[in-house]
């Protein structure tokens, strides 16, 4: 099933009664900045590979004229009509063979667990490197104005993705869940955000205001995830020692919003009132605990005015910086369990 914007922006409406017209408008701007015309999702799936008591999957769909998206399903091999499903996002460098411990976790616990390359990611990678692809994209980005690789088009391919989930008969798609780590951490707030079709979310060392970080100088830690990037932008601009001011301005060419309207306090409050659970680390430098903190508030505040405090929770995880703990991936399968029901 395929949702129109017009159609994903007004279905979001009755989600949060109590959301502003504000709200809405983010809702609205966000979908218009990275809607592109559509083309059939062409699916190719291939036959089931069984191991032990799990099935996999690979496939591929079309999410917009000549980007085909790799991924892998996992689920259990005993049949049992719909389930809910997890989608897992990784985090930058990464590919999605790296999600495939925590997929499988999942798909013992009863759920379809299913992974794709970012952009410029994995089997995306048109040199087969990923950070040396995924920079070089950001750079004609910050030079064109095309493209969102930082971040926003891979919202626009998990959004792809639930609409081929959609179709599928062994996925309820009432129940699908979206989890992500750093990169896709922030990936998983911004998708889920707009998308009403994310029943539950579980963004990982993502969850920040770079707005912030831009204003207490602390945005060095996030740049430096594609500093070969920032530099070369630096480099076309003449600038020979960036600080906050060059960085915003790499921010309106690579991502626009990103440290005002569709900033981390803005867009997690738009989750409300489906479950949200944050996980960072109490000393994560690209995650600061104060800008951090700012997005905690105004998701407290949404979600108590919404009457679903209980469907909002943040997870610090001690004595740690950027990586997710062990504790943190069980508590992240722990609340799908509760919330989706496998």
Same mark, same amino acid.
């Given at each position: ?5 017009? &159609?994903?922006?007004?279905? @979001? ?13 983010? $809702?609205?701007?966000? &979908?218009?900045? +990275?809607?592109? =015309? ?16 799990? &099935? ?28 809910? !499903? ?41 040199? *087969? ?14 030079? !064109? *104005? ?15 993705? +639930? ?75 003449? @600038? *020979? ?5 060059? @960085? ?21 409050? &738009? ?7 944050? +996980? ?6 690209? !995650? =600061? ?19 679903? *405090? ?7 995880? =001690? ?11 069980? $508590?992240?399968?722990?609340?799908? @369990? $509760?919330?989706? $029901? =496998?």
């Amino acid at each position: 099933m395929r949702f129109p914007l017009v &159609l994903l922006i007004a279905a @979001v409406t009755p989600l949060a009664a109590t959301a502003d017209t504000a709200g809405q408008a983010t $809702r609205s701007d966000f &979908l218009r900045l +990275i809607d592109r =015309p559509r083309v059939p999702l062409s699916p190719v799936v291939s036959a089931p590979i069984k191991d032990g008591v799990l &099935l996999r999957i690979n496939f591929s769909y079309t999410t917009e004229a000549g980007e085909r998206v790799p991924g892998i399903l996992i689920e259990p091999a005993v049949a049992n009509g719909r389930r809910a !499903t997890v989608i897992a996002l990784h985090g930058t460098g990464a590919r999605k063979e790296t999600e495939i411990p925590l997929m499988r976790t999942l798909a013992k616990a009863g759920f379809i667990a299913v992974a794709i390359d970012g952009r410029y990611h994995g089997a995306r990678a048109p040199s *087969g490197k990923s950070a040396i692809d995924y920079d070089a994209a950001i750079v004609r980005a910050y030079r !064109t *104005g095309r493209e969102h690789p930082f971040f926003y088009d891979s919202v626009w391919d998990v959004m792809r993705l +639930i609409d081929w989930l959609d179709t599928r008969d062994d996925v309820d798609a009432r129940r699908i869940g979206l989890m992500g780590i750093s990169k896709g951490g922030i990936e998983t707030y911004l998708a889920a955000a707009v998308d009403p079709r994310v029943a539950v979310a579980v963004p990982c060392i993502g969850v920040e205001s770079f707005r912030w970080a831009l204003d207490h100088d602390s945005w060095h830690s996030r740049i430096g995830t594609i500093q070969p990037a920032f530099d070369q932008a630096a480099r076309d601009a003449g @600038v *020979g020692t960036p600080g906050p001011d060059f @960085v915003r301005t790499f921010y309106d060419r690579v991502a626009p919003g990103i440290y005002g309207e569709f900033d981390g306090p803005s867009m997690v409050t &738009l989750i409300a009132p489906r479950p949200l659970l944050a +996980i960072n680390g109490d000393s994560d430098p690209r !995650t =600061p605990q104060p800008g951090l903190r700012e997005c905690v508030d105004a998701a407290n505040a949404t979600y108590g005015a919404d009457g679903a *405090g209980d469907r909002f929770s943040l997870f610090i995880q =001690p004595h740690t910086g950027h990586r997710v703990t062990t504790e943190g991936f069980a $508590r992240a399968v722990a609340w799908f @369990v $509760r919330w989706l $029901r =496998p």
